[in-house]
């Protein structure tokens, strides 16, 4: 499909780096590549597909050639074991680099800590450099090519993947896709006039179009920056600007746009990154008429880019960062009704939200509706679990699916936002709103997963019976997340119950923006006492490791199994069922209200009631005469191993969602 003059000069580019056996897998994957992206290129580009297909290739065995050695080495690897990433073992951390340790340089420092826990996946913030002043935490980046100067040095990012990739740790980064600082050379120059890079960007020259678009678009920060444009004097237009005023959507539209982005991936791939984050993918896209996310060509562009990466860097993957609606969220996996190869990874949002929801109401209804509700997981992709991140939560509860269980949708998001706000009567959190939207009665919350759990509460109460259930609370998520299947994250400090930064509003870069009380320093002083018997960090610190040296015994987590969700009569259990053809399965059991929850003892039948093994080792949950018993906030994880004759799964003797 490539024209024949490509082909040659591909052959020309490729034949001194790679021998016989390399270059035949490149032109496979080559091959199967083109067939994707030429109806890609042709929905997304129109007549322009052509020409950009030989293009793309073209920097695909640009990068190839450049591609270091034992990067290579490292995809030949992956290519013969695709499942490598979601393993039972795997776990990722998440951290700004600044919050963590300071530089770059620094964070091999700590990498001892981050195996004590048994980190292998490391996601770290704000790497690439990001304006000066508001950058809204890294977000807004000035140059793709370059690492943050107050971190370190390009040299000292590749230092450190090679560090990381020598102890088997996979680093992930942000691209941010959707949009350019305002000081970007793209930006500069559009707003100096030159017509090429006028067009990387969407502006208008009056209020006609904003006006129309703005009729259906929602605002994503309306109180820190109302509106979807801005005006720009110099360029005298309204740009597109989603996010904040100096955040300029890229017009993708445009196929410069897709190739320099490319090339921006490319190039991190090729300084070892081996997770690319693709930050606010559900936004590239614009319609008008709707809300402009998760549009049909926003996944057709994330598809591109993963089949590219595929033929130039097949050992690196992509992360969807789409935190969409229940059902827009597991396209990106490329969940279609036919699969799709899309991203490799996607946060899951839906499980975060609903165990908030969960902890908050003391009852499960809600969430098992919603996550029985989404579309299989395709085999070869994985969600990534998550309690906590950086930004805020949204309270993505849908209208129907909380009709479906009897709850009216807004009320709950509304009872959410109080309760996490600490302002709802007998409520354990101490979180605070972010985003506060009065015209359409939205807000969201900010607070670290310990606040949000109750243990600066509690310990400001003096309670001991209150910070106990705290920190149980913090092993109650972790313990789903952890045990649910898809590769889990950690949040910085959540390890260690880490509390709210309450000074962030010290900082005028960071007073508007209340996610930053979730984004402290790591409390390095509080790490040191994760031995000390009886502190909270150490409380918290061993909870993990349980969980963690427990998951990795857990077969049925590996890569290729299936979870969906089992329901029984008590409202307060959560249970899932991750089922595997090779590896057996494991029942989840979660207990998320503060009282004793109950469950037949059927719900064990599968593996044989009297032999059934707790990973997490009887520690929460008990037989009595009638049933079982999950204590207060309690989590098991039930494995058929070690069992001979199989019965059917859990769901055979439950109510199915
Ligand atoms: C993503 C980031 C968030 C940022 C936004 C705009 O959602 O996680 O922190 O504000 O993109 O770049």
Request: aromatic share 10%; proline share 5%; hydrophobic share 45%.
């Amino acid at each position: 499909m490539l024209a024949s003059a490509t082909v040659a000069r591909i052959e020309t580019i490729l034949e001194p780096h790679l021998g016989p056996f390399e270059s035949a897998s490149w032109w496979a994957r080559a091959d199967r590549a083109a067939g994707e992206l030429s109806a890609l290129f042709e929905a997304l580009f129109g007549d322009d597909a052509p020409r950009l297909l030989d293009a793309v290739f073209v920097a695909v065995a640009q990068a190839t050639a450049r591609r270091p050695v034992d990067l290579r080495a490292m995809d030949a690897r992956r290519q013969a074991t695709p499942d490598w990433f979601h393993a039972p073992d795997r776990v990722g951390y998440v951290a700004y680099v600044s919050r963590l340790c300071g530089t770059l340089a620094a964070v091999a420092e700590h990498l001892d800590y981050l195996e004590e826990l048994g980190v292998n996946y490391l996601h770290l913030m704000s790497v690439l450099r990001a304006r000066d002043g508001q950058n809204d935490g890294g977000y807004a980046v000035v140059d793709y090519a370059d690492v943050d100067p107050r971190l370190g040095t390009w040299d000292d990012l590749v230092n450190l993947t090679t560090a990381l990739r020598q102890r088997g740790i996979s680093p992930c980064i942000d691209v941010v896709v959707n949009h350019t600082a305002y000081e970007h050379r793209w930006a500069k120059a559009a707003r100096a006039g030159d017509p090429r890079y006028r067009q990387f960007y969407l502006m208008f020259p009056d209020r006609t179009m904003p006006d129309r678009y703005e009729e259906t678009l929602p605002e994503v920060f309306p109180q820190m920056a109302p509106g979807n444009f801005t005006w720009d004097a110099d360029a005298a237009a309204w740009v597109w600007t989603t996010f904040n005023s100096y955040q300029w959507d890229l017009n993708y539209a445009n196929p410069d746009v897709f190739v320099e982005m490319l090339e921006v991936m490319l190039t991190l791939a090729n300084a070892g990154v081996e997770v690319l984050r693709i930050d606010a993918v559900a936004f590239t896209w614009k319609r008008l008429g709707t809300n402009c996310q998760n549009q049909p060509e926003a996944h057709y562009l994330a598809q591109a880019f993963r089949s590219l990466l595929d033929v130039a860097a097949p050992g690196v993957l992509v992360k969807a960062e789409a935190i969409v609606a229940p059902s827009d969220l597991s396209a990106y996996l490329g969940a279609y009704p036919s699969e799709r190869r899309e991203c490799h990874l996607a946060y899951h949002n839906q499980l975060m939200v609903m165990l908030w929801s969960s902890i908050a109401s003391g009852e499960t209804r809600l969430a098992a509706a919603s996550l029985a509700s989404l579309a299989a997981t395709p085999v070869d992709a994985a969600f990534c679990t998550y309690v906590r991140c950086h930004d805020d939560i949204g309270w993505a509860v849908d209208d129907a699916l909380a009709a479906s269980v009897g709850l009216d949708g807004p009320a709950h998001r509304a009872f959410l936002a109080a309760f996490y706000r600490g302002d709802f009567p007998d409520s354990f959190a101490a979180g605070v709103a972010f985003s506060t939207n009065d015209d359409v009665g939205d807000e969201r919350t900010c607070g670290t997963t310990a606040e949000l759990c109750g243990v600066q509460k509690a310990l400001r109460s003096g309670s001991v019976h209150e910070l106990d259930l705290a920190v149980r609370r913090i092993e109650l998520l972790y313990g789903v997340s952890l045990g649910f299947g898809g590769i889990p994250l950690i949040y910085m400090g959540d390890e260690l119950g880490i509390g709210n930064d309450e000074d962030y509003a010290v900082d005028v870069l960071h007073a508007d923006d209340s996610r930053w009380i979730h984004r402290p320093q790591m409390d390095w002083s509080g790490a040191s006492r994760r031995h000390s018997a009886g502190s909270v960090e150490q409380r918290v610190f061993e909870s993990f490791r349980r969980l963690l040296s427990a998951r990795r015994g857990a077969a049925a987590l590996s890569t290729g199994g299936r979870t969906y969700i089992a329901a029984y009569d008590d409202p307060a259990i959560l249970a899932w069922v991750r089922e595997h053809d090779v590896h057996g399965r494991l029942l989840g059991v979660a207990n998320v209200a503060a009282r004793h929850a109950r469950l037949p003892f059927e719900a064990l039948a599968w593996c044989g009631i009297e032999e059934a093994t707790d990973l997490l080792g009887w520690r929460d949950i008990r037989r009595d005469s009638k049933e079982l018993v999950v204590a207060p906030y309690g989590v098991a994880w039930f494995t058929d191993a070690g069992t001979s004759a199989l019965q059917p799964p859990p769901v055979g003797s439950a109510r199915t969602v």
